[in-house]
């Protein structure tokens, strides 16, 4: 290995805001220890898609790809965010709101989570649950969405009936409405609240879930936590009271990592990607589950919708499985009939998001359509015709594209839209456009072939595509189109660097492929692979990084992994051993939510917001206090109220939880974005692109970021066109970028 002034090509991992969730075990009261990831991450890419859907007993939200929200459905008490109508079978979009990154529904309002942590709220106020002091004393109903005064900083919301949580990026948790049953959690019952209040006791929190008067939060140990109304035994144990005013661990459940509660049972996934359930078993008997059991025959899930009483799951292969009662037609299956084990939904694959009313569903596809059936008395199928519909039907209006995520190259970018689809442009002298063509392009076409696409990366001359059925597909490197990687299924998460590649399946288990001079595949050896290997001794994986010479790991319980070369002491574990071919514990890193690294230094990001970082801070890559010191465990980074960050060699980019982007390093072709090609001593704040940033990826000399409402924005060394600017030149400012 050369001293790392030396140049090199960097590999990077174009990493998109989500929802981050550390699972392990324990029986331990709440509040005991340090905070947990923020609910909005990765691993559970399993949860995170479905906050772009909400749906309740008659009004139905989703999120467009500009960050705007669209509303069907019955308005009663204006929850469409209109006060002149008495409901729509088509979406209408909700005027005033902008850059939405997660939508709630309740019985009689609607909540959006915009980009900065800020909450708006509309609809019936009367029983506090608009958040606001001046509801239900000016009025009982808002149609026009506000601002959730003196809340901020949050990360995830939720709604039950008449009843709001939402979660913060501390891993605390607040609520506010009807206290009737002490679903807020405040320790006691009676008083509603019409402003946020603390849930009592609770720390640590990475979900929060509600439905009728019930609250859930998994919290960063994989437990569920749950208070409010114990109707149909649905917090989990027919020991606990009818009803508890502050959080109960549902007993005998660890490793949760998915939830969602119906009106009268509850559905929870494990790491393991099987089903529990508990509450309601037959209405028509009224026959309980009173602790949580497994579903029967039905794994490879990643995700579960429960409707009031029938039950939902998405597979890691995009398929839709459905239980339970059928009166609406609301199990997809053609028919009334009660179902009483799973049955595959037809017709529909390729679904990434599901989000269950009381007898209606919505489905969100790959390609970004929203597909609806079930109950359609009041429109809230959206699909124009009020009557219902015993098989998934197309939502028409709400096939619509936009900017997802970017991934880039050393001088070529990648970007994924909101219909699955990939578009490239650049450099492209290996086919790493995967047009089948050696010509550059200065403008983004769409790749051939490809569909269903949930995720990209790409670094040097290599391009990766993560499909919506787990399969990946690889092109660059001399080949010209996408081709899958052998021997992987049910994937849930990519990253690739310039001479590695790994995949972090639904088993939570790591394959690495590529170089493996340093160790970089984890498999023990030194023996590089062109298929996939599973990484050894490394389980409960929610998060994977792959950098040059090193890999990084997030796992449930909170903790961080290197593995590879470590002559600097990239790997964090206060040695100078040259490599490490199995991964190790990063020591002092508890809580992490976000990692990456460069050629010769590693960066992780906590739950509180603190970046740490360890190895070589070369040209101030790393934004640590000690720069171009060794530092062979990690020590602080000086910026802080940290969302996420990835790094190059020579470079950084760090996001807030306001959407703000700072960047520290090389600027020679104005990579940093701050105007001019000077090396900087402090991080500065990328200009032009002040807020909503959702999305960072970093090439060799140029830098690539998604605002929340689509835009591509593009900045540094253009001469290979890798700016998308239908031009080749350089540009030292972010800017709008084409998008054909």
Aim: charge should be negative; charged fraction near 15%; proline fraction near 4%.
């Amino acid at each position: 290995m050369s001293h790392p002034s030396s140049s090199r090509l960097r590999g990077v991992l174009g990493i998109t805001l989500g929802l981050l969730l550390s699972v392990g075990c324990g029986q331990q009261e709440p509040g005991a220890e340090s905070r947990s990831e923020d609910s909005q991450s990765a691993a559970i890419s399993r949860t995170r898609p479905r906050v772009k859907l909400a749906a309740n007993e008659n009004h139905s939200l989703a999120i467009r790809a500009n960050g705007t929200v669209w509303a069907s459905g019955r308005n009663f008490a204006g929850v469409l965010g209109r006060e002149d109508i008495s409901g729509s079978a088509t979406p209408l979009e909700v005027p005033g709101l902008t850059g939405a990154l997660s939508v709630a529904a309740g019985s009689a309002f609607s909540m959006a989570l915009r980009s900065g942590g800020t909450v708006w709220t509309w609809g019936q106020g009367v029983w506090g649950q608009l958040g606001s002091p001046d509801y239900p004393a000016a009025g009982a109903t808002r149609a026009t969405p506000a601002q959730v005064p003196g809340l901020e900083g949050v990360v995830a919301i939720a709604a039950g009936s008449t009843h709001a949580l939402a979660l913060k990026g501390d891993g605390t948790v607040w609520a506010w409405g009807l206290n009737s049953n002490g679903q807020l959690g405040t320790g006691a019952s009676g008083a509603q609240q019409n402003t946020p209040v603390q849930v009592s006791g609770l720390a640590n929190v990475a979900a929060v879930f509600a439905r009728g008067a019930t609250s859930f939060a998994i919290r960063s140990d994989g437990t569920l936590w749950g208070w409010g109304s114990n109707e149909y035994a649905v917090l989990g144990s027919h020991l606990f009271p009818d009803q508890s005013a502050f959080p109960r661990q549902v007993p005998g459940l660890t490793n949760v990592v998915a939830v969602s509660q119906g009106l009268e049972h509850v559905l929870a996934v494990k790491s393991d990607s099987t089903v529990w359930t508990w509450g309601m078993k037959d209405p028509g008997i009224e026959s309980y589950y009173v602790e949580p059991v497994q579903v029967a025959g039905l794994t490879g899930v990643v995700d579960v919708a429960a409707g009031t009483n029938s039950s939902y799951a998405i597979k890691s292969n995009g398929t839709v499985w459905s239980w339970g009662e059928n009166t609406h037609g609301q199990l997809g299956d053609g028919t009334k009939q009660r179902r009483p084990n799973p049955i595959l939904v037809p017709g529909l694959t390729g679904v990434s998001t599901l989000a269950a009313g009381a007898t209606h569903v919505l489905a969100l596809r790959g390609d970004g359509s929203i597909w609806s059936w079930g109950s359609n008395y009041k429109g809230e199928l959206g699909d124009g015709v009020p009557m219902n519909t015993a098989t998934p039907a197309l939502v028409q209006d709400a096939n619509v594209t936009g900017a997802l995520a970017v991934a880039a190259g050393h001088s070529h970018s990648l970007l994924l839209q909101s219909d699955g689809t990939v578009w490239s442009w650049g450099d492209n002298e290996a086919g790493q456009l995967g047009d089948g063509t050696r010509v550059r392009r200065i403008v983004p076409a769409q790749v051939p072939t490809l569909q269903d696409i949930t995720a990209i990366a790409a670094a040097g001359q290599r391009s990766l595509a993560l499909r919506v059925d787990g399969t990946v597909w690889a092109w660059g490197k001399n080949t010209l189109v996408p081709t899958r990687v052998p021997g992987l299924e049910n994937v849930t998460a990519i990253s690739t660097s310039l001479e590695h590649s790994l995949a972090l399946r639904d088993d939570a288990t790591v394959w690495a492929w590529g170089t493996n001079t340093e160790g970089q595949l984890g498999d023990g050896t030194l023996t590089s692979r062109t298929t996939p290997v599973k990484v050894l001794t490394l389980t409960n994986v929610m998060k994977i990084s792959a950098t040059n010479y090193n890999s990084y790991a997030i796992t449930y319980d909170g903790s961080a992994w290197a593995w590879g070369y470590n002559g600097y002491g990239q790997v964090g574990d206060g040695t100078t051993t040259l490599r490490r071919s199995t991964p190790v514990r990063i020591p002092g890193l508890s809580n992490v939510v976000a990692i990456a690294g460069g050629s010769y230094h590693g960066m992780a990001v906590l739950v509180d917001g603190s970046g740490w970082s360890w190895g070589v801070d070369y040209r101030g890559a790393g934004m640590s206090l000690f720069t171009n010191a060794n530092r062979l465990v990690p020590r602080p980074m000086y910026v802080t109220g940290l969302f996420d960050v990835v790094s190059s060699e020579s470079m950084a980019v760090a996001t807030t939880f306001t959407g703000t982007a700072w960047a520290r390093g090389t600027n020679t072709w104005g990579q940093v974005g701050d105007g001019t090609t000077d090396f900087l001593e402090e991080a500065i704040q990328v200009q032009g692109i002040t807020s909503g940033v959702t999305s960072i990826a970093l090439g060799d000399r140029h830098t690539l970021a998604i605002h929340s409402d689509g835009t591509l924005w593009s900045w540094g060394n253009n001469s290979d066109g890798q700016l998308a600017r239908g031009q080749a030149f350089d540009t030292l400012l972010p800017a709008p970028s084409l998008l054909d």
